[in-house]
């Protein structure tokens, strides 16, 4: 009987002790690493050993710890309902698909969820992504080229900013929901081919909503495209939850909307594209990330199926996140806390300035049962650090109470309130 010989990996390369490598690449990478702490801007992950949801358990602490941070606006990240049809899904259908969709990789599921999305919002065509960056890294790069313009908020995402920064076309860049430079720009793109304007719905780190209506009087009258990410507003914001483009009364405006399924939708992974059934057409067959991407697995599919059923059978959950956001951020303001954002976008940030006095504002925060995160250079502009909040439809009046609270009470041990 044939036996078989462990393999060990031998390292040429000396390190220093705790694993640092002693070469050129080694010695600058922890000298960026030293600068990083030394800035107060280290972002250390904390274990969660639960579910995601409001009260979750962490590995630093034996009591459950209120989450006040996460993406999960419509409390759905474990939801039951979606948990038992992934596993129905899995049993029927298998775990992944092994293969992108233009070869074997697409199922009736697949579709019936394109067509899902579609309906709810309003558009002609979907088209599903690994996630949204995926979504909006291969949107540009398909149908645009040299001759053609981008114009683009200065706060867009990141992913958005790299998914312009993959395209030849001429990029513009526009101050944050500023009309006038924005129209400045679009006449400076005159001589360009096809303009497309790129904005955020809600933005993800300020909570600002794009003033999507008057932009897309704009678009009219410059001969533009507009691409809306509605990534923090899908699901929640409107009337009935269809995002930025209902709440400023523009669905049938809009050419393009990217999206993901990670946060509102659910919370696992993917990302779409819907909008014109023209612009979809070419992302099935340019769009990188889909030609060269695993398709969505099976059971997430199976599961935001559902989400989409609960959606459209009631609004209850995003009137309770409303509920909660409008009641967070009253108190807040009250309390003397400088709160950026609309009044109704659940991304309400707590406005600290220094880096470091984030980080130790959040990780007090935790002492006292309450999980938020500090945030700092390079995520948001150097000096404007801050403890970006989320409010979730999961979240109780008491629970958001006793967060205010303590953001009280540290504020005045802190300084940032007056005692």
């Not at 067509?115 to 645009?144: P, Q, V, W």
């Not at 939850?241 to 999206?259: F, K, L, Q, T």
């Not at 954002?341 to 130790?360: K, N, Q």
């Not at 609270?405 to 940032?416: P, S």
């Amino acid at each position: 009987m044939a036996t078989s010989t462990p393999v060990t990996a031998t390292s040429t390369t000396p390190s220093t002790p705790g694993g640092a490598r002693n070469d050129t690449c080694g010695r600058a990478l922890q000298q960026l690493v030293t600068d990083i702490k030394n800035a107060g801007t280290y972002k250390a992950e904390r274990i969660i050993n639960t579910a995601q949801r409001a009260n979750l358990g962490v590995t630093t602490s034996t009591e459950e710890v209120l989450c006040m941070c996460a993406n999960n606006y419509l409390g759905l990240s474990d939801n039951p309902t979606l948990i038992a049809e992934a596993k129905r899904i899995m049993d029927e259908r298998g775990f992944g698909m092994s293969s992108v969709r233009f070869i074997c990789g697409t199922q009736d599921i697949h579709k019936q969820l394109e067509n899902k999305i579609s309906e709810f919002h309003r558009t002609e065509d979907t088209i599903l992504y690994a996630s949204c960056f995926d979504a909006n890294a291969g949107l540009f790069e398909a149908f645009l080229t040299d001759q053609d313009a981008i114009i683009s908020d200065e706060l867009n995402h990141a992913s958005i900013i790299d998914g312009v920064r993959l395209c030849k076309a001429v990029r513009y860049r526009y101050l944050h929901r500023d009309l006038a430079d924005l129209e400045a720009k679009l006449k400076e793109a005159q001589a360009q081919r096809i303009r497309c304007v790129c904005t955020d719905g809600v933005f993800s780190m300020d909570g600002t909503i794009a003033p999507l209506a008057a932009i897309c009087d704009l678009c009219a009258k410059y001969d533009a495209i507009l691409m809306v990410d509605e990534s923090h507003a899908a699901g929640f914001l409107g009337r009935t939850g269809r995002g930025a483009c209902e709440h400023c009364g523009v669905m049938d405006r809009v050419d393009i909307i990217n999206s993901t399924l990670g946060k509102a939708l659910g919370g696992a992974s993917g990302g779409y594209t819907t909008g014109r059934r023209d612009i979809i057409e070419i992302l099935r067959q340019r769009s990188r990330p889909y030609l060269f991407s695993n398709s969505v697995p099976p059971p997430l599919v199976g599961a935001y199926l559902k989400v989409f059923d609960i959606l459209s059978s009631s609004t209850e959950l995003r009137d309770t996140l409303e509920r909660n956001t409008l009641h967070f951020r009253k108190r807040m303001k009250a309390a003397g806390f400088n709160l950026r954002g609309d009044d109704v976008a659940p991304i309400a940030p707590v406005m600290l300035g220094d880096a470091r006095l984030a980080t130790e504002f959040a990780n007090d925060m935790l002492q006292k049962g309450i999980y938020v995160i500090g945030f700092s250079f390079p995520v948001v502009p150097r000096g404007l650090a801050r403890i970006r909040v989320q409010l979730s439809a999961a979240h109780t009046i008491a629970q958001i109470d006793k967060a205010v609270d303590a953001f009280i009470e540290i504020g005045k041990a802190k300084g940032v309130l007056p005692p």
